[in-house]
């Protein structure tokens, strides 16, 4: 287990708990979990490049844990009424297309791929959890100076959203007929 994979495991940990205290309205302790949510994020893959510590469970794992949160989030706050539905089905239709990646190429075709994220998808990931901190953040101070920087959030967000389901379904495509193993 190296420290890096471990982040990521307490990342997936940390989710349910930190969705439990949304639920509960202990905003304060849901706060504090998903900025290590977030951190843990942006950190374990420069500790795994530091230490020598890239594994492929890692450069595997480290994408479900963002797609398990992010998920498990926007469903919720959707429901709930905190995040506009179009935001959460664009979101989740992206993570969960490439999340039934696995599956189909590695198990059922036996094609091995690489998760290498260029910067828009690196952006539009972190925009979600910024998102998602912004309206936990919103609960916690009932500050309504945040609606406007949520509101430009969501629009940005689902931009970035729409612009990563539109590449990531050619190159699976591409990566499905042999003629690329490379997720970017």
């Not at 940990?13 to 949510?37: D, E, K, R, W």
Request: one cysteine or more.
């Amino acid at each position: 287990m190296t420290i890096p994979n471990a982040l990521t495991f307490l990342r997936i940990m940390a989710t349910p708990i930190s969705l439990y205290f949304y639920l509960i309205g202990n905003f304060q302790a849901c706060a504090i979990l998903v900025v290590f949510i977030a951190l843990s994020d942006f950190f374990d893959g420069l500790i795994a490049r530091a230490l020598d510590q890239c594994t492929e469970l890692g450069a595997l794992l480290d994408p479900v844990a963002d797609k398990f949160f992010e998920m498990s989030f926007t469903l919720v706050l959707g429901y709930l009424g905190d995040l506009p539905w179009f935001y959460v089905f664009l979101l989740n239709l992206r993570n969960l297309s490439q999340l039934l990646a696995i599956p189909i190429l590695m198990w059922w075709k036996k094609i091995k791929f690489k998760v290498e994220p260029k910067l828009p998808a690196k952006i539009g990931s972190a925009l979600g959890m910024i998102l998602i901190l912004f309206i936990v953040l919103l609960k916690l101070t009932n500050m309504t100076a945040l609606l406007y920087p949520i509101k430009v959030l969501v629009s940005v967000s689902a931009g970035f959203e729409i612009y990563m389901l539109v590449t990531y379904l050619p190159r699976f495509v591409q990566i499905y007929q042999g003629s690329h193993d490379t997720f970017d």
